[in-house]
């Protein structure tokens, strides 16, 4: 099992820039790559973007590809998603997942946190 938690959201302006933070614990060998997803109220959960874990790609939403960079801290198992230029449209909650799936990108996702918050103000 991975156990997946994610810190990091708030409520900020348009225009600003937020950190996301997702610490990975248990399995973490069995893990390929890792997440991010997000989703508002009555709307299916959205891709923004994955990381293979060896730190040997990336792949991005179009909606966010300008804005927003994945990147991981390999000594604490630790992934973040920095966020610039936020936008209204950015409000969700923002999901960590972790995948086992050596596909790239991966076509299924194993594991889940419980999510943060990310409200942006016009």
């Known amino acids: 099992q991975v156990q997946l938690v994610e810190s990091g959201g708030e409520l900020v302006q348009a225009g600003d820039s937020l950190r996301l933070s997702c610490a990975a614990s248990?399995?973490?060998?069995?893990?390929?790559?890792m997440g991010w997803f997000r989703q508002t109220p009555g709307k299916e959960r959205e891709f923004v973007g994955t990381?293979?874990?060896?730190?040997?790609?990336?792949y991005y939403t179009d909606s966010v590809k300008d804005r927003f960079i994945i990147y991981r801290a390999y000594t604490r198992s630790t992934m973040y998603l920095q966020m610039d230029s936020l936008k209204p449209e950015d409000t969700a909650v923002y999901y960590c997942a972790a995948s086992s799936d050596n596909r790239w990108p991966p076509q299924t996702y194993n594991y889940w946190g419980q999510g943060t918050q990310v409200t942006v103000s016009s």
């Open positions: 248990g399995r973490t060998l069995s893990i390929s790559t």
């Open positions: 990381i293979n874990w060896l730190g040997q790609g990336t």
